[in-house]
T-cell receptor, first 111, second 114 residues
Framework: QKEVEQDPGPLSVPEGAIVSLNCTYS??????FMWYRQYSRKGPELLMY????GNKEDGRFTAQVDKSSKYISLFIRDSQPSDSATYLC???????????FGTGTKLQVIP | DSGVTQTPKHLITATGQRVTLRCSPR?????VYWYQQSLDQGLQFLIQ???????AKGNILERFSAQQFPDLHSELNLSSLELGDSALYFC?????????????FGSGTQLSVL
């Protein structure tokens, strides 16, 4: 079993839709939770970063962490064609430990 | 532009060969990380260096090695290459040495082993 599980998609939505992307993780030691966006043929770039449980909002993006169920989510409001990319969730227990990534969900926003 | 530079962008080689991938971190960043990305395994952490010293090791094969030089650039050496080593290799950098810091990724090196 992978430490971080993510539905690979692809997920296609019309422009303006609310998008929900989700991950589950198995290691209760994970405390830091991140979402990265990766455009085709580019490196991942950090979108959202949260510590422990709760919500964090940044513009059209909201990250949500539920440590009791080991579930992390990213919501995108008013989705745009420029949001079309692969979204990777990532977790880390802190210290010198490696960041563990999900396999990514490919999102396509159709104009 | 993340500020992390990786060369070459593409590399095509044959099985059994050895290649070197190069990474220059963002100005001021002391940590360099190497990741391997394949379709079935996703982004896999290989190794981290901080200011020239190895800090953390992930799923790195014995045929692979890395180092970070005094000018902070890093090289990933892949030897006795196999078909399964074909993947996108990313370098990332961060300011410090704890891995919950923001990582800045380069554009990657696409390795094709034929």
């Amino acid at each position: 079993q992978k430490e971080v599980e993510q539905d690979p998609g692809p997920l296609s939505v019309p422009e303006g839709a609310i998008v929900s992307l989700n991950c589950t993780y198995s290691n209760s030691a994970f405390q830091y939770f991140m979402w990265y966006r990766q455009y085709s043929r580019k490196g991942p770039e950090l979108l959202m970063y949260t510590y422990s449980s709760g919500n964090k909002e940044d513009g059209r993006f909201t990250a949500q962490v539920d440590k009791s169920s080991k579930y992390i989510s990213l919501f995108i409001r008013d989705s745009q064609p420029s949001d079309s990319a692969t979204y990777l969730c990532a977790t880390d227990s802190g210290g010198y430990q490696k960041v563990t990534f999900g396999t990514g969900t490919k999102l396509q926003v159709i104009p | 532009d993340s500020g992390v530079t990786q060369t070459p962008k593409h590399l095509i080689t044959a099985t059994g060969q050895r290649v070197t991938l190069r990474c220059s971190p963002r100005s001021g960043d002391l940590s360099v990380y190497w990741y391997q990305q394949s379709l079935d395994q996703g982004l896999q952490f290989l190794i981290q260096y901080y200011n020239g010293e190895e800090r953390a090791k992930g799923n790195i094969l014995e045929r692979f090695s890395a180092q970070q030089f005094p000018d902070l650039h890093s090289e990933l050496n892949l030897s006795s290459l196999e078909l399964g080593d074909s993947a996108l290799y990313f370098c990332a950098s961060s300011a410090g040495q704890v891995t919950n810091e923001k990582l800045f990724f380069g554009s990657g090196t696409q390795l094709s082993v034929l």
